[in-house]
Structure formats: structure tokens, C-alpha cells
């Protein structure tokens, strides 16, 4: 038999028709299905057992209590746990991924060194031992007499033990400065402690009491003190008859919920503090116990009565019944004047930050319930410290050595105060972060610190908290061997730089000594984080109760203070003249604009936020990428701009290509301008650069930066 | 086997948008929540996920009279003609009956996006890319909720991971309807000015329904007789008026 | 020759459907060890008589932990019972220096499947055996067979590659979920089961 084409054909033809009743054309559609809808590259989801545990987020100053649900041990979704006691626990968009902070792909894996200071320099690997010899080397030199400066450290998050670990250290160095991020939300409590005659405790605001607030641009509802708070309080209008007062230029989401807004023209804000003050002592509306302590409180009176409403709401911008309502409300019940803005924006002119803090003294708020009350520092660290100054308020060109601490998150600066404050030939930066941050650019050496979640890290009181506080932020996940804890690397540097600093073993364990002074101080209340009622800290056996209670998310919060302290105050010591006459110079030429830069908390920069902040920050508007400016539709209009178009934005700093978007809520006439993270998977070189807008700003003789004449035009 | 008797829900949700000041946590809670990636470096407004976009809504006055209101804008769970339902060719979304949810189940779906033209609210995103989590992040991720591949449509679905959490419990604890504290979308949780409210639409003494038929609670467009189950409330009477003809900045 | 024609197409589909029926299971899975033996009916058995849920615990909100952690085995398994080398070896490899054992799941689900053991189980009183069959009488553990192109267990299709259960228990596909809702009047939408 022969086999011809035609057999095979059938043989074929048979096997297909034969395949058709065999599981093989029905199985593979079916599995092949299945496998389309479960690509193997796609993530698998962890299974594994689920528990909670509590912690505290980090990420800024608020410090908020959360609850982390966490499979594997792994944290994979957070919330947090309102505390009336601790006044604390709303989280915000960046808190509800700082799990995702571990696996940031701006990780700093290693220590890096800047080959030079140059634009070409470049940033290489070094080993830790060579790190601290070369900076023991460095921080002896700067501390010579002929280096011109000295050793800094700046610490982005002061309250802790470690922070007073760094004052330790400093204080072995002749002339060594403590230094503090220029963060606005504490400027008008630390104005008060400047303007103090006589020994002035530390100050908190007592939002909870306090019947009006009048807030001199401070974003109360959009990233500013405790969120908890500041929502319960301020978030719904008509709630409980407390009155929100806000005076800001452009309508900004807390304008918007405030009782009444004060569209003020930018930096006429001292003018209106004066024009406020006016109605108060013409009226005679002012603290008589006021009148007391400020002790040049004549030359005060007769400076205000020169500014009367009419020419200064003129002036500012504003109606002139509204100020003098305004100055009224604020005299009539316990109050609390508050100036602020957000992190980018920097601190307010020094002029209307003393005028700001004036306002208060001479409406009796300072040591009042509902006003500005006094606290107490953590036990262990009461009594005359060590002095703190804000990074901005330090002699220029006197820091040969800075050692920074902390990633920005609550406050930034430009480089440009920093290049200011360092001495001539650049100094030498150290840069203590888990991630490439938008400081990184100006360090020289970058050392791995450990991200949150990987380490215990202190939360102390965030600024301006009526008392002082402590908790933990607890360490779910293993550390990473390349990242070094602050602590221990302060004392190989003490060791390299032959400073005296007490061994008190691992960051953990300093935090542990501070349990046991807390402990042993029998002050204060212990918070449970589940919401149950406090226990006085005086019922714990000792220190490890309390640490275990606070590891668990507990929150220690101190007494309120002895209120009976009577402090004075110089209102006008350190303001001259000339300081008052500048206070209303931002009138701006024809064809430019005020530049201001903005900003969201926690949100300086891509380094400090997870990569799903792309939600707020790329796939929506809701939110503003760095190098996006906001003008009002007429400004706009006025340049031959629209939406979506670039443009070109340059101040007598420098030029940035910036997106332009109509908003307008925006002030016609300022140009806000978003220093903020870059789209995700920008290169690191350009996220480090993404303080690009704070380059244009021009900074002060106070060093503050917030107006800076600009123009604009569409490339 | 015991024949389950479930008390039949219409699940909805009223914000107040009075409250909202637009900071953007509902929206991060839920990408954590549904494990929604990243974006890519190319993503923008229009290519990016967003199960709940906020969005501002202007009055549109010159300054200083110029008001905004943010709108948080979830899938809006339209009961009746559900667009996105009438026509999907593969019957990847549907209204579960036990729930009044429009599920969507992204594995279904074949990319066509005729779902998201026809959504009148623009609720609805399309996968432009594979999920992708920077190293090691994806162990962060939730559970619950499966990611989902590129190419396909995805859109809010009220949680429904929380909803079997929910479910599970109940029935754990020999419960045949879930306890209302038990299901709370991340969205209402984050909320740090409380101004969304979640609940059973069919439970005239919940909050969500008492508030839903309050005279400053609408639906934003009405007129298409979708019968939404996401609420707003404001009092201001220009963000009412704007109800059916809105444009979100 | 008068049939040829028809031989060799008979010839064709015979060929074809052994290939179908018995060659192509054997390629379209690989079967892969499980880490360790198991012995189910040595525990569920007259001397132990334990039942699944004391092993296959749920978790304090309901969820079904599955697959027992090795600390569970170590509560009685802390040292060796007995004497064969498979307790020598969960002794020494996995519960002394607190390993887990990397067991395959042959009831595994895609993510996007959710199914609530406590709805079932707990509330709705279904006996395990319903969908994993007499698997608890075990004394070894089935062959653990990988589909080559969408990476779930065979369990999961069923045993037998028709598809259609040679046992009541064989399968946990889809259909399999929806006909049992449906013959018990479950009307659902398709989040109810998926995730």
C-alpha cells in the first residue's frame, strides 16, 4: 500500500475533527483566557496574616496617631485614629502613604560624596568610615579660629532627644549653632519669646478656647498645625460661634471656609497689624494688664495712632468696616493672632511678624486661656537651655559646617539663604536623609538615615501644641544595612572630631532615657491610642511602662503650665524706622508681578512623598507640580496667557519654565508659583533641582523670600 | 442548605461640599485602598486613574467675589439606564442587586472604553499602562483588591474589599446583614472634614438618606434620569444651580 | 481497497483524540513537589480525631486563614512524635528555626476572586467536604500539578481534564460557584465575588 497525498490529507482531516472532541481546543481558549486576565508580570497581592498595630506618621511636624493594617507584618493601608486628648490623628494625603515610604526609588543606598562644588560635580560612593574621618576633619577646622564661621546643625524636627543630643554636641564647639528650619508655623510664638524682656516659658496656641482667630495668612486648613484640630475646629462655618478671621491675598482653600476674608494686598500685612492696633488703642480696647508688661508700650501707642483704618485699608486693599470689625472682634473675647504661610512661602517679614505678635500682647492673649499659653518642655530638658535660632534669623556667612537633619517636610528654604548663611567659600554640608531630597543639591556628603516605619523614631509636641508631648513611631519593617542611625552617627563624629558627648548607646535607647525621665517626672497623662481614658504618668512603675505604652501608640501629654507667669515684653526694641517705612513697599512697578511661591506640606518634593502622590500631583490639578504658576484669568489675560500654555517667569534671580494655569481665586496681579514634587519618574538631577521657583526668590535682609517682583511671558 | 436571607441595599453617599476643602486625602486613601499604581512618568489629567477625582468648581466671578467648591467626584453608582452598564459589549459591569453597586470587573473587560464616553460624569479610567510599583512596594499593597493589567476600564466600586471584609465578618459572627460601621469606604474614612457620609439609601434613618433628602442636597445631572446614588449638599445656591450643566476646572 | 478513505480518517481522529484525552494532560501540567509529606488522616483520625477547623483556623474578623502557619504545627510538634524522617525534617527544617513551609495551594484562586470561608462555612453550614472532598482522610498528599500557561493548580479545573467532575467535589471554577448560587436562588452582581 502506498501512501498518497490524499491519505494524509484525511489522516489530517481526521485528527482536526478528532481534536474537536478532545479537551485540548477547549482547554487551551480557557487557560489561555485566565492567563490574560492575570498577566504574570502584574503584582501578586500578599496574602499572609493580618494584624494592626499603632503608630505615629513622621513625615511632619503634626505627628499624627494611626492605625496600620499590616499583612505579613507589612503596613498595607493606614488610618488614623482621631484622639480628642491628644488632639491629634486625622490623617492627610501624604500620611495615607507613608508605608510606601521604605520602597521610595529616591533612596539613598549608601553614602555620597560631591566630587566638588562645581555644576559638573558629581556624586559618588563613599564608605562611611572615610564619611565621618573626612568630616571629623572638617567640623575641627571650621571650629578654628581662622575659618570665619562655625558649626551648625540644623534640625529640621527640634524637640526630640536626639535634637538635644545635637545641642550636646554643638556646645563642644566654640560658637556651635542650634539651628531650626525658618518654618512659619511657630514664627509668631517665637516673635513673642524674641520680644521678651524677662524670661518668657515656651508658648503654645490654645485653638481649643480661643473665640476668634485671626489668622495673617497661616493655611490653617491646608497643612498647618494638628489637622485633627484645626478641622474640628475650623472646618465647619457655623460651628460652636468660633470665628475664623483670615487676611490673605488670594482666596486659598482656608480663606474659603473662613467667617470672614481679607483680600490684603501683598505685603501690606504690617500696615493692616498697625491699622488693626489703631482701632484697639483709639477705642480703647486693649488689655489694661497689657498695657503693663509692654514696656514700651507709649511708643507703641503713639506709632499706632499714626496708622488709622481708612488710609491703611486704602492701603491694603480691604473694606475698612471689616477692619475695623476685625480689630474689634479680636479685643472683645480671647483670641489668638496668628501669622503663617505655607512651608515654601517661608516665614512672614520680620516687621509684620513683631507687629503680628504686638497685636496679641495688646489684646491681653499672651497667658490667657483661649489665647497663647505657656507650656513646659519635656521633663529632662526644663529650664535655661540651649538657644534655638531659625535658620533664616543667623548672621550671614557664619556657618563653616552644617550638618542637616531630617528631610524638609514641614519647612524648606531656598539654597540661595543657605549659599547666604554659609561662610565665603561654600563650607562643608553634611545631609542626614533616607532619601535624595531637594537639599541634596547643596550637600557635599549625603549619609543614609533610616526611612520611617524602619526605625524608632521620636515624635515629640508638633509647634505651637499647648503642651509639651511624647510618642513613638514605631518600626514595623527591618532596617536596611547601608542606613545609620543619627545617633550613633553624631558620636563617630564626636569621637572624629575629638568633641566630649555623653555615650548614651543607640537612638533607641536615648529615646528610652527620655521614658524614664518622663517617668520619673510623674507629669502628665498617658494616652492610649485606641481612645481609652488617659492615665497620669505618675501610676506607671517606671520609664519601660511608659516606653511600652507609647510603643503600643500611646501619646504622653505634659500638665498644662503654671499660667501665673507675667513676662514683659518690648514690642518696638528691635524695629526701626526705616523697617516700618519699608513695611509697605511692595508696590509694584507697572508690567510685573508679585511672585509667591506656594506649597503643600509634606509635600516639598518628590523625595518626601510616595510616588501614588501623583494622584494629587500629575493626574489631577488638585494639586501643583513644581514649576506650575497660578495667575488670575485677567492677569493672564493681561500677558497673553491661557491655560496650559509655557511660559516663561523671571525675577532679577533667575529664569524657570514654568506651566501656567488660570485660577481665580488667585489675587489679580501675584503669580503663584507651585514649588512642589516633579512628575514620577523624573531623573533624580532634575527632582533634586525642583526648588527651581525658590531660585527666583529674593531673599531679604530678614532672610524671609515670600515677595519677589517677577515678569512673564509666553514662550 | 439554610436558603440566606439578605436585607436588600442601595448603597450611596452624600458629600458636603461646603466642608470639602479639597486636600486630596479621600483621593490618596483610595488608591492605597484599591491598590491603584503610581503614575507613570508620561500620565497626565487625562491618562491618569483616579477612582475619586476631586476637582475645583468655580462661580465664576471676577475676584475678590470669586467662590470655589471642590467636588469629589466618585463613580456616581447610577441606578437606572446606568450608562456605563447599557453598554459595555461584555458585560463587565452590572448593578448587583443586593447593593445597587455598578460593579465593574476590570479582568472582563476588553478596553473598548465605550463605557467611559458614556459615563456622563466622567468617572471612569482606562489602564494606559501595567500597574507598577517601584521595588518592594508591592508588598504594601492591599489584599483585597486585585490589580488590574493594562488596557482595561476601571472606575470606583465603593470599596467593594470592604464590603467583603464586611460580609465576612458578619457571617463569621453568624450575621446575615454587615453592621454599618463595618463597611466604610476609605474615602468617608480619610475625610479629615467628615464631609462625606456612606450608607443604605433604603435605611430611611441612616444619615446618608436623612441628609440626601435635605433642600440643600442635589444630584448633579438629574435631567439624564440616571438616579445617582452619590448626594451632594451645599449651601451655596450657585453650586445647586450649576447641578445640571457643571464644568469642573 | 474500499474504505480507505475512511480509515485513515478514523486513523486521524483516533490519533487526535489520544493525543487530546491522554497526552495532552500530561503536557499542559507539570507537576511540582510539595515541600514536605502530610498525612491528613493520622490527625483527623480515631487517635487524634481532630477536626479541620482546630488546623484551618479563621482569623478574629472572620477571615479564613487557610493553610496553617508552621507555629500552629509547632503547638504539638515543638519536638519529634515519632520517628519517621518527615518529622525529622519539619522539626529540623521548618519549626526549629521557625520557617514557614512554602506549601502549594491546590484550591488557589486568581487576586480577583474573593470567596468568604465564614459566609459558607460558618453561617451557611456547608461540611468542607462539599468543596474540598475527603480530603481531611487523606494519609498522603495528591500530586501537585501546574498548568503550564495560566499557573493554577489542575484542582482548580478538576482532576479530570473533560472538566466535568468525575466527584461531586472535583473543580472549583467559576461555574461551579454560579450554579450553586444559582440552584440556591443567589442572585448576585459580579462584585459579590470578585475583588
Known amino acids: ?715 | 442548605m439554610e436558603q440566606a436571607t439578605e436585607k436588600k441595599s442601595r448603597f450611596g453617599m452624600l458629600i458636603d461640599l461646603d466642608r470639602c476643602t479639597g486636600c486630596g486625602a479621600c483621593m490618596i486613601s483610595c488608591a492605597v485602598e484599591n491598590n491603584i499604581a503610581p503614575a507613570e512618568q508620561k500620565a497626565t489629567t487625562r491618562t491618569g486613574v483616579t477612582w475619586i477625582r476631586v476637582s475645583a468648581m468655580s462661580n465664576g466671578a471676577e475676584f475678590p467675589a470669586t467662590d470655589t467648591v471642590y467636588v469629589p467626584m466618585p463613580c456616581q453608582q447610577c441606578e437606572k439606564d446606568t450608562p456605563c452598564v447599557a453598554v459595555c459589549p461584555q458585560n463587565a459591569v452590572d448593578v448587583d442587586p443586593q447593593t445597587g453597586i455598578v460593579g465593574q470587573v476590570p479582568q472582563r473587560c476588553l478596553g473598548c472604553r465605550y463605557c467611559m464616553t458614556a459615563c456622563p460624569y466622567h468617572a471612569r479610567y482606562f489602564d494606559w499602562w501595567d500597574p507598577r510599583w517601584p521595588e518592594g512596594m508591592e508588598q504594601t499593597l492591599n489584599p483585597d483588591v486585585a490589580p488590574r493589567m493594562r488596557g482595561v476600564a476601571e472606575k470606583c466600586n465603593f470599596c467593594h474589599g470592604r464590603l467583603h471584609a464586611a460580609r465576612t465578618k458578619a457571617a463569621a459572627e453568624g450575621r446575615t446583614d454587615i453592621a454599618p460601621a463595618d463597611y466604610v469606604p476609605a474615602c468617608v474614612e480619610a475625610c479629615p472634614a467628615h464631609a462625606i457620609v456612606f450608607g443604605d439609601l433604603n435605611d430611611a434613618e441612616s444619615e446618608v438618606a436623612r441628609g440626601a433628602a435635605h433642600p440643600h442636597s442635589f444630584r448633579f445631572l438629574v435631567k439624564l434620569g440616571t438616579e445617582s446614588k452619590v448626594y451632594y449638599r451645599s449651601e451655596r445656591a450657585w453650586v445647586r444651580d450649576n447641578a445640571d450643566a457643571f464644568r469642573l476646572a | 481497497m474500499k474504505h480507505r478513505g475512511i480509515i485513515f480518517l478514523l486513523a486521524g481522529v483516533l490519533a487526535a483524540l489520544a493525543i487530546g484525552w491522554f497526552v495532552f494532560p500530561l503536557a499542559l501540567y507539570r507537576t511540582e513537589p510539595q515541600p514536605i509529606g502530610f498525612n491528613h488522616a493520622v490527625h483527623t483520625g480515631e487517635q487524634n480525631s481532630m477536626t479541620c477547623d482546630m488546623c484551618h483556623e479563621f482569623a478574629e474578623d472572620g477571615r479564613f486563614k487557610g493553610i496553617p502557619v508552621v507555629a500552629k504545627c509547632a503547638e504539638c510538634h515543638s519536638t519529634a512524635i515519632g520517628t519517621t524522617d518527615v518529622e525529622k525534617r519539619l522539626v529540623e527544617e521548618y519549626i526549629t528555626p521557625g520557617k514557614e513551609i512554602p506549601w502549594m495551594v491546590y484550591s488557589r484562586q486568581p487576586d480577583n476572586a474573593y470567596f468568604s470561608h465564614a459566609t459558607h462555612v460558618t453561617r451557611g453550614k456547608m461540611p468542607c467536604e462539599e468543596c474540598h472532598g475527603p480530603h481531611g482522610s487523606s494519609t498522603t498528599l495528591p500530586s501537585f500539578q501546574v498548568n503550564r500557561i495560566s499557573g493554577y493548580s489542575r484542582d482548580v479545573w478538576g482532576r479530570d481534564i473533560s472538566g466535568i467532575p468525575s466527584e461531586p467535589w472535583q473543580g472549583m471554577k467559576m461555574d461551579r460557584c454560579v450554579n450553586c448560587h444559582a440552584d440556591r436562588n443567589k442572585v448576585d452582581g459580579c462584585v459579590a465575588c470578585h475583588k
Open chain 1, 1 to 715: 500500500m502506498k501512501l498518497t497525498r490524499r491519505d494524509v490529507l484525511r489522516f489530517a482531516g481526521g485528527g482536526l475533527i478528532g481534536t474537536l472532541f478532545t479537551p485540548i481546543p477547549w482547554k487551551l481558549l480557557d487557560d489561555t483566557a485566565i492567563w490574560t486576565q492575570n498577566w504574570a508580570w502584574l503584582p501578586k497581592l500578599p496574602r499572609g496574616p493580618i494584624s494592626t498595630r499603632f503608630s505615629h506618621c513622621t513625615l511632619c511636624p503634626a505627628g499624627c496617631t494611626l492605625r496600620a493594617r499590616c499583612c505579613n507584618g507589612v503596613p498595607v493601608g493606614l488610618t488614623g485614629v482621631p484622639n480628642l486628648a491628644t488632639k491629634n490623628g486625622v490623617l492627610c494625603a501624604a500620611g495615607f502613604a507613608s508605608h510606601h515610604m521604605p520602597y521610595h526609588p529616591l533612596r539613598l543606598n549608601g553614602p555620597r560624596a560631591y566630587t566638588g562644588k562645581d555644576d559638573g560635580s558629581m556624586l559618588i560612593p563613599v564608605t562611611m568610615d572615610a564619611t565621618v574621618e573626612a568630616l571629623g576633619r572638617k567640623l575641627r577646622a571650621a571650629a578654628s579660629a581662622t575659618s570665619g564661621g562655625s558649626v551648625a546643625i540644623l534640625d529640621q524636627r527640634p524637640g526630640r532627644a536626639l535634637s538635644r543630643a545635637y545641642q550636646e554636641f554643638l556646645s563642644g564647639f566654640q560658637g556651635g549653632q542650634y539651628l531650626v528650619s525658618p518654618s512659619s508655623e511657630d514664627g509668631t510664638l517665637r516673635a513673642l519669646r524674641n520680644l521678651s524682656a524677662t524670661q518668657c516659658p515656651p508658648l503654645g496656641y490654645d485653638f481649643e478656647n480661643a473665640r476668634t482667630v485671626l489668622s495673617f495668612g497661616a493655611p490653617l486648613l491646608d497643612g498647618w498645625g494638628v489637622p485633627e484640630q484645626m478641622y474640628r475646629l475650623f472646618s465647619d462655618r457655623s460651628a460652636s460661634g468660633r470665628k475664623l478671621i483670615q487676611i490673605e491675598s488670594s482666596k486659598s482653600r482656608t480663606a474659603r471656609a473662613a467667617a470672614s476674608w481679607l483680600p490684603v494686598a501683598p505685603g501690606t500685612e504690617a500696615v493692616l497689624a498697625l491699622g488693626l492696633a489703631n482701632v484697639i488703642v483709639r477705642e480703647g480696647l486693649y488689655s489694661k494688664d497689657a498695657e503693663r508688661r509692654i514696656k514700651d508700650f507709649p511708643r507703641y501707642r503713639d506709632l499706632v495712632l499714626r496708622y488709622h483704618p481708612h488710609p491703611v485699608a486704602a492701603l491694603a486693599g480691604v473694606d475698612p468696616d471689616v477692619l475695623v470689625d476685625t480689630a474689634r472682634a479680636i479685643a472683645s473675647s480671647p483670641s489668638i493672632v496668628v501669622s503663617g504661610a505655607d512651608p515654601a512661602a517661608g516665614p512672614a517679614d520680620q516687621t509684620t511678624e513683631i507687629l503680628v505678635a504686638g497685636l496679641n500682647l495688646l489684646v491681653g492673649n499672651v497667658g490667657r486661656k483661649g489665647g497663647i499659653v505657656y507650656r513646659r518642655d519635656v521633663p529632662g530638658t526644663d529650664g535655661p537651655g540651649y538657644a534655638e535660632t531659625a535658620l533664616h534669623q543667623v548672621p550671614d556667612h557664619s556657618i563653616a559646617a552644617l550638618i542637616m537633619d531630617g528631610m524638609e517636610s514641614g519647612a524648606t528654604f531656598p539654597h540661595s539663604l543657605l549659599k547666604r548663611k554659609l561662610v565665603e567659600d561654600g563650607g562643608t554640608v553634611v545631609l542626614l536623609s533616607p532619601y535624595l531630597s531637594g537639599h541634596s543639591a547643596v550637600a557635599d556628603y549625603l549619609v543614609p538615615t533610616a526611612s520611617p516605619w524602619e526605625t524608632w523614631e521620636e515624635v515629640p509636641a508638633p509647634p505651637g501644641a499647648t503642651s509639651a508631648s511624647f510618642s513613638l513611631a514605631v518600626p514595623l519593617l527591618p532596617g536596611r544595612e547601608y542606613s545609620v542611625d543619627a545617633y550613633t552617627f553624631l558620636k563617630s563624629l564626636s569621637k572624629a572630631s575629638g568633641v566630649n558627648l555623653e555615650d548614651h548607646g543607640s537612638g533607641e535607647s536615648l529615646l528610652r532615657r527620655r521614658a524614664e525621665m518622663i517617668a520619673a517626672s510623674k507629669r502628665g497623662m498617658v494616652y492610649a491610642a485606641d481612645g481609652s481614658e488617659g492615665k497620669p504618668a505618675s501610676s506607671f512603675a517606671n520609664g519601660e511602662a511608659i516606653w511600652q505604652s507609647c510603643a503600643d501608640g500611646g501619646t504622653w501629654v505634659d500638665d498644662a503650665a503654671d499660667a501665673s507667669s507675667k513676662p514683659e515684653f518690648n514690642i518696638l526694641g528691635q524695629l526701626t524706622d526705616a523697617d516700618l517705612a519699608r513695611s509697605a513697599r511692595m508696590q509694584q512697578a507697572a508690567g510685573s508681578l508679585t511672585l509667591v511661591p506656594f506649597s503643600t506640606r509634606a509635600a516639598l518634593s518628590g523625595a518626601t512623598i510616595s510616588p501614588v502622590m501623583s494622584k494629587v500631583f500629575q493626574e489631577s490639578d488638585l494639586r501643583m507640580n513644581g514649576g506650575t504658576v497660578l495667575l488670575n484669568p485677567k492677569t493672564a489675560l493681561l500677558f497673553g496667557l491661557k491655560n496650559e500654555d509655557r511660559a516663561s517667569v523671571r525675577t532679577k534671580n533667575g529664569l524657570l519654565i514654568a506651566r501656567v494655569l488660570c485660577d481665580p481665586t488667585v489675587k489679580p496681579g501675584l503669580l503663584h508659583a507651585a514649588v512642589g514634587p516633579l512628575p514620577n519618574g523624573t531623573p533624580v538631577a532634575d527632582e533634586e533641582q525642583s526648588a527651581g521657583v525658590l531660585s527666583l526668590c529674593t531673599i531679604q535682609d530678614d532672610g524671609s523670600w515670600r515677595f519677589t517682583e517677577a515678569t512673564i511671558e509666553k514662550v
